[in-house]
């Protein structure tokens, strides 16, 4: 089972590009990685998933490298309601499902 | 707009009175889930419906317990409430397991406080 490490906290400005780092050093061949944004007192939100190299959407970016060992979310321009818990999940269905939320990373954003 | 509802939003129970969570989903997803999240931590996964299949977390207290009836509803039961059991839970959908198709849509969650 993969296991995902990222940093507990980060704080930014306002209008910066905010890069969170996971690292999955367990990967295994048909993880997939995923990002969920947490606000207080309300359940996850998707933000974005890929598997390899970079993907991109309306809201943020996720940049892979080669060996997947880690992962880049990328949040450009960040604003105040970006201030959230940030989590990154490495799992699939080999040898029976499994989905573990990492520790996660606080994200405070300044004025 | 498809989504997931969980009721009630807050429930307060008594320390061994049994209780019942409730979820339901229009988005018509294979997979329901049901996690655990206490104050400044993770969510923690504690068991998953693939259509009727059942997965139970090897580390799920046997004091939780769920039914799915049919696709759109899943319930989480807590049968004797410890104090140590008050924590927001969580309930959340996806179209699969697999990986491109697990995002998880997941509900405002349903805060259990046990006096």
Not at chain 1, 89 to 96: M, P
């Amino acid at each position: 089972l993969a296991k995902t490490t990222q940093p507990i906290s980060m704080d930014s400005y306002e209008g910066q590009e905010v890069n969170i780092t996971c690292s999955h050093n367990n990967i295994a061949t048909n993880d997939y990685i995923t990002w969920y944004q947490q606000f207080p007192s309300q359940g996850p939100r998707f933000i974005i998933q890929g598997y390899k190299t970079k993907v991109t959407n309306e809201v943020a970016s996720l940049f892979i490298p080669a060996d997947r060992k880690s992962s880049t979310l990328s949040l450009p321009r960040v604003s105040l309601s970006d201030t959230a818990v940030y989590y990154c999940l490495v799992g699939d269905t080999t040898g029976g499902f499994k989905t573990i939320f990492g520790a996660g990373t606080r994200l405070f954003v300044k004025a | 707009d498809a989504m997931v509802i969980q009721n009630p939003r807050y429930q307060v129970t008594q320390f061994g009175k049994p209780v019942t969570l409730s979820c339901s989903q229009t988005l018509n997803h294979n997979v329901m889930y049901w996690y655990q999240q206490k104050s400044s931590q993770a969510p923690k996964l504690l068991f998953h419906y693939y259509d009727k299949d059942f997965n139970n977390e090897a580390d799920t207290p046997d004091n939780f317990q769920s039914r799915r009836p049919n696709t759109s509803f899943c319930f989480l039961d807590i049968r004797s409430p410890g104090l140590g059991d008050a924590a927001m839970y969580l309930c959340a959908t996806s179209r699969d397991l697999a990986g491109g198709n697990n995002e998880q849509f997941f509900g405002p969650g349903t805060r259990l406080t046990v006096l």
